[in-house]
T-cell receptor, first 116, second 113 residues
Framework: GAVVSQHPSRVICKSGTSVKIECRSLDFQATTMFWYRQFPKQSLMLMATSNEGSKATYEQGVEKDKFLINHASLTLSTLTVTSAHPEDSSFYIC????????????FGSGTQLSVL | QKEVEQDPGPLSVPEGAIVSLNCTYSNSAFQYFMWYRQYSRKGPELLMYTYSSGNKEDGRFTAQVDKSSKYISLFIRDSQPSDSATYLCAMTSFTGGGNKLTFGTGTQLKVEL
């Protein structure tokens, strides 16, 4: 399957700082990428849909000023958690869509964010 | 009612057993169905992708879709301890254009020696 690289895999930061997470599609161009959040023993919660060259579409209840998404190229999307607080601690996962017929969604390996 | 229902488990089976994982859905517009495997603290890995009703086999894995009953299944033959993970079903009504998936809650599977 296609490869999606996500970095960093783990980050610990102080409350009030900002954290950037990168998501790259390595062997295909992804017009659309998705960002999810996952709490322990729960399923994926879609946060936003990121389209290359346009503003991200956020799901209801997700603060767009707190979770900044940039999709500057067909292979890179970034999620920046601004002024992070302990309640933002979670597992964040990105995915990239291959596009076209029989489109498939491939996931990054996830980022565990811990805010102290 | 959730659009996709999936028993969270945990499901515990002995090594070598046949595992049956299931999801039901309510939205008849769903046409594409996927199964993902997720190990703890890792991103989901695509296992199976199906479109039509019927069976699709890939190694020890068989995906089954029954659109008339709105029911999908994943069978794992000769289960191994390395199959221990959470299995997520996912589905969407169309592809292309980055349509977002609707996920089940995931079933936690443990294969014991």
């Amino acid at each position: 399957g296609a490869v999606v690289s996500q970095h960093p895999s783990r980050v610990i930061c102080k409350s009030g700082t900002s954290v950037k997470i990168e998501c790259r599609s390595l062997d295909f161009q992804a017009t659309t990428m998705f960002w999810y959040r996952q709490f322990p023993k729960q399923s994926l919660m879609l946060m936003a849909t990121s389209n290359e060259g346009s503003k991200a579409t956020y799901e209801q209840g997700v603060e767009k000023d707190k979770f900044l998404i940039n999709h500057a190229s067909l292979t890179l999307s970034t999620l920046t958690v601004t002024s992070a607080h302990p309640e933002d601690s979670s597992f964040y996962i990105c995915s990239a869509a291959t596009g076209g017929l029989n489109e498939k969604l491939f996931f990054g390996s996830g980022t565990q964010l811990s805010v102290l | 009612q959730k659009e996709v229902e999936q028993d969270p488990g945990p499901l515990s089976v002995p090594e070598g057993a046949i595992v049956s994982l299931n999801c039901t859905y309510s939205n008849s517009a769903f046409q594409y169905f996927m199964w993902y495997r997720q190990y703890s603290r890792k991103g989901p890995e695509l296992l199976m992708y199906t479109y039509s009703s019927g069976n699709k086999e890939d190694g020890r894995f068989t995906a089954q879709v029954d659109k008339s009953s709105k029911y999908i299944s994943l069978f794992i033959r000769d289960s191994q301890p390395s199959d221990s993970a959470t299995y997520l079903c996912a589905m969407t009504s169309f592809t292309g254009g980055g349509n977002k998936l609707t996920f089940g809650t995931g079933t936690q599977l443990k294969v014991e020696l």
